[in-house]
């Protein structure tokens, strides 16, 4: 289904260690034989993110995602699954066979979108390089003015959309088709047929964190609207998660802590060519909380909000106190934001500057003048008040203690109150009355419909969500004992081995327990030495939520693992036992068509069966782990 053989998925699995790739990223904490950090997708102060490095597995006991190094990049990077393996293969060095695609385009919707993007930009490319045609070479002649000739559009794949069908004629020679290229959005439908989205344009294109392709900006040559061009929203680009240049701008992000946004696609090659390599920019939309969290994977230090200093940047900053949560605050811990800003002289850009006085000023600015968001938010609204007159002092103080209300409640809010209070001549206690009294704004997304998506947790029946009704004791006993079972013959797969009967006969009280057991015993049936990873890979194949089942802490280790399996599996045998006595009950409450004979029988199956049923409860609770 990947169009990546599963002899190649293994070989970039064993090259892929998972406490490295995730140490990458965050940073970890041994604690005996294993590591634990702050779980990156969710915000916490105490760690609660646990990586086993002998299973390769992850955990989350506080969000409960869990899954192998696969699941691990696929949700920290919003990969697919083989966009996933192919960057891993990538940081392995290891050449993928690509088996099943011809000419190395896979066959699903998104390989092949990918494809198209590609070939545009290639496309794009060799004609601002090759085309002799006066629109290619004020192309050239522009990007020369801006200061981004020579090798700059071969670093940057820059290039020149000819438009007039061109494009679309190119594509289809290569096989795609027109929906492909609209799908893609480098034509657009009109009169029933394919045409080339952008004409007469400087084209700008823009990867993704892995460096593929997947939109285009468009900058035009001359007079003419919209000055700037970007693509739409797709099924590979959108604009709330994406930030030009990052591919090229993690590794320095990742040497040196700190991240530089700016604005536009040439601010970011201008500062790249400038040595300033830790640069990004927002692609036609304000910076979100998406584009945030997405930095701080990266940039674990600080990130700099870099503001032009003409009207339209100065917007842009006002915008920026949005962002203004708790995560900035000291009480965030380890998953303190560090957001700082600072707007440029003279109503430069960025790009401006770095030309006119050098990247080491530029530099220098960064290093002694960006403050913190909060207070330079704070400072830009007292700056913008008369405090010369009570009038002036009272709207300063007002529109300077709003920035706070997010962070009302905190520490730093209450000493950036009394500041404020200082520089207005007004008493700290009448200060902290009105931070007391803010509302925190309400930020966008937040409301039911991001919490009300169902979550599997076994103390709950199928299909409820977190805060239903619970269930019976009885009944929430035998589901966690169904998950633990699972859990621990996914994590020790020789246990699978040796429980195959119980994963087979078991009555499971939930169905999505029913479909693990039977998907583990498929997988060991096909390779009975398959590891830890590869049962939690091949069960998340069918059964999505399976990762944060099969990784869930088992409350026991490698010494008595067997000992705990064996415990549940008696367990869950000894209540399909009850379940069948109390059915036999039922039936000869119910049946009033059974014959004396069939009665007499099933009474005294029922009653033998509860027999039973009482000496293996006797010899089981020898062995019981507490868990009751």
């Not at 011809?102 to 699903?108: E, K, P, Q, T």
């Not at 946004?261 to 830790?278: F, K």
């Not at 303190?336 to 600072?342: Q, S």
């Amino acid at each position: 289904m990947s169009g990546i053989s599963q002899e190649d998925i293994e070989r970039v699995r064993e090259a892929s260690d998972l406490v490295a790739i995730v140490g990458e990223r965050i940073p970890l904490r041994q604690r005996g034989r294993e590591f634990w950090c702050c779980c990156p997708f969710h915000n916490e102060k105490t760690p609660s993110f646990k990586i086993d490095p002998d299973r390769q597995l992850w955990h989350c006991f506080g969000c409960g995602e869990g899954g192998d190094v696969f699941g691990f990049v696929m949700k920290a990077d919003g990969l697919p699954f083989p966009d996933a393996v192919r960057a891993l293969a990538e940081r392995a060095h290891i050449e993928l066979s690509n088996s099943g695609n011809a000419g190395g385009i896979g066959s699903s919707e998104k390989a092949r979108l990918l494809a198209v993007c590609k070939e545009t930009a290639a496309f794009y490319h060799e004609q601002l390089m090759r085309s002799k045609t006066p629109e290619a070479q004020a192309a050239r002649d522009y990007l020369s003015s801006r200061k981004l000739g020579g090798e700059v559009p071969n670093r940057w794949c820059l290039g020149f959309a000819p438009g007039r069908g061109e494009l679309v004629r190119h594509l289809m020679s290569l096989g795609f088709k027109p929906d492909e290229l609209v799908k893609a959005n480098v034509a657009v439908q009109r009169d029933g047929r394919a045409r080339d989205r952008f004409f007469n344009r400087v084209m700008f294109p823009i990867a993704d964190a892995q460096g593929a392709y997947i939109a285009f900006g468009g900058r035009v040559i001359g007079t003419g609207e919209p000055k700037y061009l970007n693509s739409q929203e797709t099924p590979l680009f959108h604009k709330s998660r994406v930030l030009y240049g990052l591919d090229k701008a993690k590794a320095t992000m990742a040497a040196t802590g700190t991240a530089i946004i700016v604005e536009g696609y040439t601010d970011v090659i201008g500062l790249h060519e400038a040595g300033i390599t830790n640069a990004v920019a927002t692609l036609g939309t304000a910076l979100t909380m998406s584009h945030i969290r997405i930095i701080s994977r990266h940039a674990n230090k600080r990130i700099v909000y870099l503001f032009d200093g003409d009207a339209a940047g100065q917007r842009a900053a006002d915008r920026a106190l949005e962002f203004i949560d708790d995560s900035m605050t000291p009480e965030a811990g380890r998953m303190r934001v560090e957001l700082f800003a600072v707007t440029l002289p003279d109503n430069l850009d960025p790009k401006e500057y770095v030309t006119a006085n050098g990247g080491e000023a530029l530099r220098n600015i960064i290093d002694t003048q960006a403050k913190p968001l909060l207070k330079y938010g704070i400072d830009r609204r007292l700056a913008n008040a008369d405090l010369s007159t009570a009038e002036g002092r009272s709207k300063a103080f007002s529109d300077a203690i709003a920035v706070l209300a997010p962070i009302k409640d905190s520490l730093l809010a209450k000493d950036y109150a009394k500041q404020i209070a200082g520089v207005v001549r007004m008493r700290e206690t009448d200060a902290l009355d009105a931070l007391a009294h803010l509302r925190p704004p309400r930020r966008m997304g937040e409301g039911a419909s991001e919490n009300a998506r169902p979550v599997y947790n076994p103390d709950f029946a199928p299909g409820q969500v977190q805060g239903a009704s619970k269930l019976p004791p009885t009944e929430l006993n035998r589901r966690r004992f169904e998950a633990q079972l699972l859990a621990l013959v996914a994590q020790y797969p020789q246990l699978g081995l040796q429980h195959a009967d119980a994963l087979g006969d078991t009555r499971w009280h939930e169905r999505v327990h029913e479909q693990l057991a039977a998907r583990i015993l498929e997988i060991l049936a096909d390779n009975p030495a398959a590891g830890a990873a590869q049962i939690v890979a091949g069960c998340a194949e069918t059964v999505p939520i399976a990762s944060r089942i099969l990784t869930a802490d088992t409350g026991t280790d490698e010494a008595t693992a067997d000992t705990m399996a064996t415990y549940l599996a008696d367990e869950l045998a000894i209540g399909d036992m009850e379940d069948t006595v109390a059915e036999m009950n039922e039936q000869l409450k119910r049946d009033t068509a059974l014959e004396d004979d069939e009665r007499n029988l099933l009474f005294q199956s029922a009653t033998a069966l509860q027999r039973t049923i009482k000496d293996r409860r006797a010899a089981h609770r020898k062995t019981n782990f507490g868990i009751l």
